[in-house]
Nanobody, 114 residues
């Protein structure tokens, strides 16, 4: 499976962005998928995940601000981010959760200015 993330950019604090993760090569409809982020000098962390049955989970740092969703017909995962904070600045990636067995994509940069 190949993953291509898009939708990042530079926004002011309080703004919104919608990230997309398009998968190709095989369907991901039966996979648990997650959004991960890596800030400079920090380890990659999982911030949201969506299970094969539609259940979702969010880390405390993004809960009530981010929403993960999936469109199985488009083989795509989304991350709607609102009320963005400077500490959300990172490169965002998607992958299986928890195994992360797919090859990592290039990620999409999200930069939030104060």
């Amino acid at each position: 499976v190949q993953l291509v993330e898009s939708g990042g950019g530079l926004v002011q604090a309080g703004g919104s962005l919608r990230l997309s993760c398009a998968a190709s090569g095989s369907t991901i409809s039966n996979d648990n998928m997650g959004w991960f982020r890596q800030a400079p000098g920090k380890e990659r962390e999982n911030v949201a995940r969506i299970y094969w049955n539609g259940n979702t989970y969010y880390s405390d740092s993004v809960k009530d601000r981010f929403t993960i969703s999936r469109d199985n017909a488009k083989n795509t995962i989304y991350l709607q981010m609102s009320r963005l904070k400077p500490e959300d600045t990172a490169v965002y990636y998607c992958n299986q959760y928890p195994s992360q067995t797919f090859s990592w994509g290039q990620g999409t940069q999200v930069s939030v200015s104060s």
